[in-house]
């Protein structure tokens, strides 16, 4: 028998009861409801002590439930409540982080969530990185940048957590086969934090090197990350780390991750005996943390910053990283196993106060081929921008942030000559940006403009051209 008819059972007994009059039926109806099942024997001895304690029904509206019906019709919620407690029943909500599924004794959750999006790009689809792609054709581009599906939550403790992220991968270039826009699984870990000063990571993920890649791309400030974020990212990795917060809410207050991981990028296995090393140092110095998401929609009531420290070490056959796993930068190409030895650090700072953001970086990365006895310097920075007006200027819509950002990469090939130098570049990103806010980051729309700039020393020319985007990121 469901809950539903239970209740209609009760209320129907506790009318009859009331309709005769007989207030000393109650005995009676409890009987009934324990030999239903609504009400075990110890739950009928508690009502019917409770049941004396109530004031004497008094005269009410035809329209209003006797106090008997009611009191009676509130324990047998209760009780029922308990019992589907006891019996670990779960219960269903949704809210900006997606749907949920979670126990009542709060010892299991699972939230699942949809994201897409869906953008324009005119004339380039990606970064031009060299003279060859300014002077390609333009290209009025529409596609599925992102679809994904997220699942997570925590079991058995609250503190053991697990995630995993799907890619449906649902766009690609006309020169490749259909296999290209296959789903592909980017994310997959477990994280152990019984104490929020030290904790466990193993799995994959986007390790916690530089806070411009670790942020989503549903998290952004423009349509996408800046043109530093190839050269220097290391991504999506395979390995364990140790993580924790000390000093919290001090001056103090710092974020620290140490790991060891297989170097190879998303889903290969390694192919030597050594692994990549990184770690990150996040020092909260308002004693306040600063989430991973860029923008201040949510208008941080107190001043917030973070100042971080990041280093990674590697040797293997990739000299750069992304979602598709390891790769190489242009002009290099690996012959042997183990060829490159890569090192390299990061600076950040970042900031929200009152509807304004600021975020930036400054890289440093020395590559050394083991097969040519050659090292490779180069550096690279972004600082960007944002600000909701409307808390200057109250006519400005509620929902808009502008933005700017400033990008510069220095790649330089240091060949015995010029003319053995594959690549020599300078580059330069200017960009503009504009959002508007429907539902948070869960539902945006991005405009942005970039000027692009590239200086080439080897071919000794200097290129430049503008680029125009528009997103829709959606989650639910």
Known sequence: MNITKLKRLTVLAVTLCTASGLMASDDALLDLLVEKGVLTETEAVAVA?????????????VSAKPVTEQFVEKKVDEALEKRAAEKGAVKVSHDKTGFKVESTDGMWSTKLNWRAQMRFTSPYRSDPRQVDDFDTNPENTFELRRVRMKIGGHAYESWLDYYFEVDLQPTRSESNDSERASSRLIDWRITAQPYEE????????????????????????????SIVNRQFTIDRQMGAQMRGRLFKGTPADLRYCVGAFTGQGRGVQNDDDKLMYAGRLQWNFLGRDLETKQTDVE?????????????????????RWSSSGGGNLDGFTATETGQYEV????????????????????????????????TFDMKGAYAQAGYFFHYLLPSVPKQLELAVRYAFLDEPNEGPSLSDRLVDNKRREFTIGANWFIAGHNNKITVDYSRLYLDDRVLNRDVDDGRFRVQWDISF
């Open 49 to 61: 002590a409770d049941l004396k304690k109530t004031p004497p029904v008094q005269e009410q509206p």
């Open 299 to 319: 208008f941080t009531e107190k001043p917030t910053g973070s100042i971080s420290f990041g280093a990674a070490t590697n040797t293997s056959v990739s000299t």
């Open 198 to 225: 030290l904790g466990f990571r193993i799995g994959q993920w986007k390790i916690d090197y530089n806070r411009e890649r670790v942020d989503s791309s549903g998290r952004q400030q423009f349509v996408e990350r």
């Open 343 to 374: 090192e390299q650090y990061q600076v950040g700072s970042a900031f929200k106060y009152r509807g304004f953001s600021w975020q930036q970086e400054y890289h440093w990365k020395k590559i050394r081929d083991r097969v040519n006895n050659a």
